[in-house]
C-alpha cells in the first residue's frame, strides 16, 4: 500500500520561506516521479513541479519556476519542495504524487498525499 505523507505547511508572510516534505512508503519508486500540486479555493488543482527518482531530472511550472525547487533523498525516500519568496497567490493545500511518467497533468499520477495547507499573508 502506497502512502504518502507530506509536511511543512503553515502561514507564512510574503517573502518568506517554506520546505514542504513528501515521505513516501509501500513499494519502490526508483521507477516513478513525484510531483507536487496545488490547489486554492475555488480553482482546479494546478501543476507545481515533479522530479524523477531514477536520474533526479525535474520540471516546474513558469509561475513557479526560479523560487520554487524540488528535490529528493533517495535514501529517505523523501521529495521536497523549497519555496522561497512566497506571494499571496501561492496560498493553497499543496499536494505530492506518484506518477509512472515525468508529466503535468494530475490524471497521470496514482497516488495522492492528504495534502499540506500554505497561507501567505500579504
Known amino acids: 500500500q502506497v502512502q504518502l505523507v507530506e509536511s511543512g505547511g503553515g502561514l507564512v508572510q510574503a517573502g518568506d520561506s517554506l520546505r514542504l516534505s513528501c515521505a513516501a512508503s509501500?513499494?519502490?519508486?526508483?521507477?516513478?516521479?513525484m510531483g507536487w500540486f496545488r490547489q486554492a479555493p475555488g480553482k482546479e488543482r494546478e501543476f507545481v513541479a515533479v522530479?524523477?527518482?531514477?536520474?533526479?531530472?525535474?520540471y516546474h511550472a513558469d509561475s513557479v519556476k526560479g523560487r520554487f525547487t524540488i528535490s529528493r533523498d533517495n535514501a529517505k525516500n523523501t521529495v521536497y519542495l523549497q519555496m522561497n519568496s512566497l506571494k499571496p497567490e501561492d496560498t493553497a493545500v499543496y499536494y505530492c504524487?506518484?506518477?509512472?511518467?515525468?508529466?503535468?497533468?494530475?490524471?497521470?499520477?496514482?497516488?495522492w498525499g492528504q495534502g499540506t495547507q500554505v497561507t501567505v499573508s500579504s
Open positions: 509501500g513499494r519502490t519508486f526508483i521507477n516513478y516521479a
Open positions: 504524487a506518484v506518477s509512472r511518467l515525468l508529466g503535468t497533468a494530475a490524471r497521470a499520477y496514482d497516488y
Open positions: 522530479i524523477s527518482w531514477s536520474d533526479g531530472n525535474t
